[in-house]
């Protein structure tokens, strides 16, 4: 890895660099040790939300989530909206683009809540906008960066740059006028752009950020201060795709097959930094590989399609998010009601145990005949 420094002024780059060499922190999964699995063996509860769409305002792929306090944000990435719902699921607003003024946006790259402020970056209008925790508007910061998913505190910035090899590295630190460039693009990647729908995570409990690194087996880890700690190397053997193996293919398309076709894990799905573990999932194919791991990066808990024998409810979604200890999958209404009438039909229904399923039903049964989100928040029990 090389480190990378120079100063913005204006957009004049002024260069810097010299050599680091991370921890190596090589993880090895070996994907044939997971069990068939059952949800009670690593999550306690299950709660069910409906999101109530409003008819003024529709979402269409809601992908980022952020959950703080009794709110729930949501960012829907292919309509450049914004919407904030009560933790009950009620709509309150949505911030939607408009255009290129001085209070305006048209796209939305990422969004941080901190504190009391909503960041929202644009890159097409090369700033960021800023809103209270109720959607009014408190004004705008120029952004010199094109798009990037970031994060942000008093002191500096992180952005993912989407493998832009203009800038050269996959992630930059901003503190001031200072900016740092973490971790090589590899050159067959250069130019792929996606990223994690979660982006920066930052783990209260010690302070530490992650990023799930798109088209790799890798989590970078930056300590409290926004300087790149570790990388997290998950090794799944004879199962790992070999990302040198890219420049065989003609494109993503004749990659993606011969993936599929070998049963290989290119990537890791979900990285979700819990209290006292991670949950990492990845998909081989049909398999769903649930892995629960401690600070010492130690395979606590290995399951694969996991069976939901908590309510009963089953669900190929994998988890999406997180709320505090709580993991988030996201679901829609009509492939929940299918589900929860070919599972209980005409039963006698009334909940038991650790899930509102049947309460939820009957509340909302009217509304599951339209399309809207629900997010089934499973509660994590304790890995120590």
Not at 136 to 154: I, M, Q
Request: with cysteine; hydrophobic share 35%.
């Amino acid at each position: 890895m090389k480190l990378l420094k120079y100063t913005l002024y204006s957009f004049l780059l002024v260069f810097f660099s010299c050599n680091t060499t991370p921890k190596n922190n090589k993880i090895v999964i070996d994907v044939d040790k997971s069990i068939s699995g059952n949800f009670s063996d690593v999550f306690g509860a299950i709660e069910y939300v409906l999101i109530k769409e409003d008819s003024l305002h529709p979402m269409v792929n809601p992908y980022k989530f952020e959950f703080v306090g009794d709110r729930i944000f949501i960012l829907d990435d292919r309509q450049n909206k914004f919407f904030s719902y009560s933790a009950e699921g009620k709509f309150l607003y949505a911030i939607s683009a408009s255009g290129a003024g001085p209070l305006e946006f048209e796209t939305i790259d990422d969004f941080q809540i901190l504190g009391q402020r909503i960041f929202l970056k644009d890159a097409m209008t090369k700033k960021t906008l800023i809103f209270d925790l109720d959607g009014n508007v408190l004004g705008t910061e120029n952004n010199e960066l094109l798009k990037a998913s970031f994060y942000r505190n008093d002191d500096f910035s992180l952005y993912y740059m989407h493998n832009d090899p203009e800038m050269g590295f996959r992630i930059i630190k901003k503190k001031n006028d200072e900016v740092t460039g973490y971790i090589d693009i590899p050159k067959n990647i250069e130019k792929r752009i996606s990223l994690d729908q979660n982006g920066f995570i930052q783990r209260q409990r010690k302070g530490l950020i992650y990023y799930n690194l798109p088209f790799s087996q890798s989590i970078a880890v930056f300590d409290k201060d926004g300087d790149l700690e570790y990388v997290k190397n998950f090794d799944f053997g004879k199962y790992g795709f070999d990302s040198t193996m890219r420049s065989r293919f003609s494109g993503m398309m004749e990659e993606n097959e011969y993936i599929q076709a070998n049963g290989l894990i290119d990537v890791i799905n979900s990285f979700l930094p819990l209290k006292d573990s991670y949950l990492m999932v990845v998909r081989q194919n049909s398999n769903a590989h649930y892995i629960f791991l401690d600070s010492k990066n130690k395979v606590r808990y290995q399951g694969k399609n996991m069976n939901n024998d908590i309510d009963r409810m089953q669900t190929t979604s994998i988890p999406w998010t997180i709320n505090g200890d709580q993991v988030v999958v996201k679901m829609y209404s009509n492939q929940f009601k299918s589900n929860y009438m070919e599972t209980f039909g005409n039963e006698s229904k009334t909940d038991q145990g650790d899930s509102n399923i049947h309460s939820f039903y009957e509340e909302h049964k009217e509304e599951l005949e339209d399309e809207h989100l629900i997010l089934m928040y499973l509660t994590v029990k304790d890995f120590k």
